[in-house]
């Protein structure tokens, strides 16, 4: 999978959808220039209908997260991945990819999904590769497009679209890996092969003696099942701690870097609760964590404090 990117030649280290968070954190802060100059891998949809307004706020958003323009954009829903990817297609131009070709069945899905970049099946059309290039990798193929260099054999795709055609494709192998992995990492841990003869014949040993005590001495039989299955719950709750305190001597590893955590959107839906909203407000904006897009300040909590309490809902 790598080598058909590098066969694009375009950057490895962040050219595709799969790199890390801190890279297209990196990338972005490179990509978003402030101002009035739109970043390359947004300013093409200027020509496809997108406001100027609404890409010049996605890339105000993009310079104040260190993210890339795009990754605003389809992240925060102000253009929708399928016609992005679309528009970047016609930009390059290069065909954009519906899924109309399967990819080839030999892909690595798990490189083919991180790298956002998969080999096709063989087809009339002279395709090679699809990919969902994003943040260096869109860049790089619009300078290739400028400076006029073909990109023969490479078809545009959504990450979506990707993803789900290489499933498609390697559908069978992902299962089986799910399937087995555990028997083949430890066969120990996989109950698949069921109980061991010595485990057979002891269970028939105890239903023997069982039914024996039964007959001959059944309150003595009942005692020794409660004992039996106090020992049980005890051993149980001794080995339970037993793992609890194996576990805190793995040494703890390193806290990540703000820029390598991953990014979450917080949905608060209000709706007949205007006396909780300053409350919320406040808890929203006590949150400690890097977040995507705009966070709710004391400006916001004013216009929502500003409608009457006695409104109506429609």
């Known amino acids: ?101 399967p990819v080839s069945h030999a892909v690595d899905a798990d490189a083919a999904i991180a790298c956002g970049v998969a080999p096709l099946a063989a087809n009339r059309a002279g395709l090679c590769v699809i990919a969902a290039p994003r943040a260096a990798a869109i860049r790089y193929l619009l300078d290739r497009t400028e400076a006029g260099e073909p990109l023969s054999g490479l078809a545009i ?22 399937a087995e992995a555990l028997a083949r990492r430890d066969p120990a841990l996989c109950a698949r092969s069921g109980l061991s003869s010595r485990q057979c014949v002891a269970i028939a040993a105890f239903g023997v003696v069982a039914a024996s005590a039964a007959t001959v001495a059944p309150d003595s039989l009942a005692l020794f099942l409660s004992a039996a299955l106090w020992m049980l719950f005890a051993t149980a709750i001794v080995l339970r701690n037993l793992a609890v305190a194996a576990a805190n001597v793995v040494s703890p590893s390193a806290p990540l870097d703000d820029s390598a955590l991953p990014i979450y959107t917080i949905i608060a839906p ?36 500003s409608f009457p309490h006695n409104r109506p809902h429609g």
């Open 157 to 178: 795709a959504s990450p979506r679209m990707l993803s789900k055609m290489v499933r498609a494709a390697a559908g069978a192998r992902i299962a089986e890996a799910a």
């Open 1 to 101: 999978m790598q080598a058909a990117a590098r066969g694009l030649g375009w950057p490895q280290s962040e050219a595709f959808s799969g790199q890390s968070t801190s890279a297209r954190r990196e990338s972005g802060r490179r990509a978003a220039p402030v101002g009035g100059e739109l970043a390359p891998e947004i300013a093409f949809l200027s020509a496809h209908e997108c406001t100027p307004g609404a890409l010049l706020r996605a890339q105000a958003a993009a310079s104040r997260n260190r993210v890339s323009a795009e990754q605003v954009l389809l992240g925060e829903g102000l253009v929708d991945e399928e016609d992005y990817y679309r528009a970047l297609a016609r930009r390059l131009p290069l065909p954009f990819y519906r899924g109309e070709i």
């Open 270 to 305: 209000l709706r007949g609760e205007e006396r909780m909203a300053a409350t919320l407000v406040r808890k929203l904006d006590a949150l400690d964590y890097p977040v995507l897009g705009s966070k709710l300040t004391s400006a916001n909590l004013a216009v929502l404090q």
